[in-house]
C-alpha cells in the first residue's frame, strides 16, 4: 500500500513539475493538454442547443414544437446543403489564409463562440406561437443558414487546433487521447441533466426547454471553452529562407 500511495505522490509531483515546462522531446506541457481538454467539454456544452437543430421531422424543435411538415424541411435541407457548400469554402479558405497573432484556429474559438450561442438561442426564441406558418418556414430556414454561418467555425477551429499544437504526430495522438478522457465527460453529464431538468419545463417536446434549459448550459459551456483559446499555443512549422536548411517551430500564444 505505501508503494501505490509512494506512486500516486510521483505521478501527482511529476504533473506538478510539468504543467508549465513540456517532457523532454516533447512540446505540449500538461497545462495546454488540461486546458485542451476542459475547453472541449465547454465546447460541447456551448454547442449543445445548435448541435440539437436540425431540419429533419425527427428534430424535436422543428419537427414536434415549431411544426414544420416533413416536405418543407426536406426542401429546406437541400437548398441549405448547397449553400452549406459555399461556406465550407469559405471556411476552408479562411483557415488556410487568415493572418493572426493569435494562430490559425484560435481567434475563431475567441470569436465565435458567442455568435454561436446566441444564434441558437434567437432560434429557439423566435414567436413561432403567433407566427404564421409560412412565416415559420422562412424563419427557420433563415436563421438555419445564419447558425451554419457560425457554429461549423467554432467546432472545427478546436478539432483543427490539435494539428498545430505540436509538431510532432505520436504526441498529437497522445494528447488527443488523454483530452478525449476529459471531453467525454461533458456528453455524459449533458445527457444526464437535460432529461431531468426537462421533467421541469414539459419535457423535451416542450420549447420551453429550448428557451430555458439549453440556453444556460450553452453560456457556461461558453465560459468553460475560454482556456481552450487562453492557455494552449499554436506551433506552426515554417522553412528557413536558405536552402537545405531545417525548418523551425514558430509559437503563437498572444
Known amino acids: ?70 416536405t418543407h424541411l426536406y ?19 479562411l483557415f488556410d489564409n487568415v493572418k493572426s497573432k493569435m494562430g490559425k484556429f484560435r481567434p475563431f474559438i475567441k470569436w465565435l463562440g458567442l455568435p454561436t450561442v446566441l444564434s441558437s438561442c434567437l432560434f429557439v426564441w423566435m414567436p413561432y406561437e403567433i407566427m404564421t406558418y409560412n412565416q415559420k418556414c422562412v424563419t427557420v430556414f433563415i436563421l438555419w443558414l445564419v447558425l451554419n454561418m457560425f457554429h461549423p467555425f467554432y467546432w472545427d477551429a478546436y ?3 490539435m494539428q498545430v499544437l505540436s509538431p510532432d504526430s505520436e504526441e498529437r495522438t497522445d494528447v488527443m487521447s488523454i483530452s478525449q478522457i476529459i471531453f467525454s465527460f461533458a456528453p455524459t453529464v449533458t445527457n444526464l441533466i437535460i432529461p431531468f431538468l426537462a421533467q421541469l419545463t414539459g419535457g423535451l417536446a416542450d420549447m420551453r426547454t429550448y428557451r430555458i434549459i439549453y440556453p444556460i448550459i450553452a453560456f457556461i459551456g461558453l465560459i468553460l471553452s475560454f482556456p481552450t483559446y487562453k492557455y494552449t499555443t499554436e506551433r506552426i512549422i515554417k522553412p528557413r529562407d536558405q536552402e537545405n536548411e531545417v525548418g523551425f517551430i514558430e509559437a503563437i500564444r498572444s
Open 159 to 161: 478539432q483543427m487546433l
Open 75 to 93: 426542401i429546406m435541407t437541400v437548398i441549405s446543403n448547397l449553400i452549406g457548400f459555399l461556406f465550407c469554402a469559405v471556411r476552408s479558405y
Open 1 to 70: 500500500m505505501a508503494d501505490f500511495v509512494k506512486q500516486i505522490k510521483d505521478k501527482v509531483v511529476d504533473f506538478k513539475d510539468h504543467w508549465d515546462k513540456p517532457y523532454e522531446g516533447r512540446y505540449i506541457p500538461n497545462k495546454e493538454v488540461v486546458a485542451y481538454g476542459v475547453g472541449g467539454m465547454g465546447m460541447h456544452c456551448a454547442t449543445v442547443l445548435s448541435a440539437g437543430i436540425g431540419l429533419s421531422a425527427s428534430n424535436l424543435i422543428v419537427g414536434s414544437c415549431i411544426q414544420i411538415m416533413p
